[in-house]
């Protein structure tokens, strides 16, 4: 049983790490894994044991947490991509994206 909740907290890991690197394929596959173990270790408790109580709210705030993470990922791409845009829009011909210079900006 240690061994399982061993193993499931280095696929928790696994999973936590794949998320923060923006690795989405290799996330879903580290998932996948995660829940595998967990399904064999569920299987393995009976009914009534306190623990199957314990690894399923583990397993939510795992879900919560990179559920999170995942959309302020995707966020942070959107608004990357919408700022490449803005900047590749504005230098579309040669020194189209030049502002002309104030006096101000000479001086300083």
């Known amino acids: 049983m240690k061994d399982e909740a061993a193993e499931l907290e280095i696929r ?4 936590r790490a794949r ?3 923006r690795r989405y394929r290799e996330a879903q596959e580290a ?3 995660y829940c595998g173990v967990l399904r064999r270790m569920l299987a393995g408790l009976p009914r009534g044991d306190p623990r199957r109580g314990r690894f399923e709210d583990e397993w939510r ?3 919560e947490e ?16 919408a700022r490449l845009a803005q900047t590749s829009q504005r230098r ?13 900006a000479w001086l300083a």
């Open 61 to 63: 705030r795992l879900a």
């Open 31 to 33: 998932l996948q894994d």
């Open 19 to 21: 998320v923060g690197e």
């Open 12 to 15: 928790a890991g696994r999973l």
């Open 66 to 81: 990179t559920r999170r993470r995942v959309l302020a990922g995707r966020a942070q791409a959107g608004a990357r991509l």
């Open 92 to 104: 579309r011909f040669y020194g189209a994206g030049q502002e002309p210079h104030r006096t101000w």
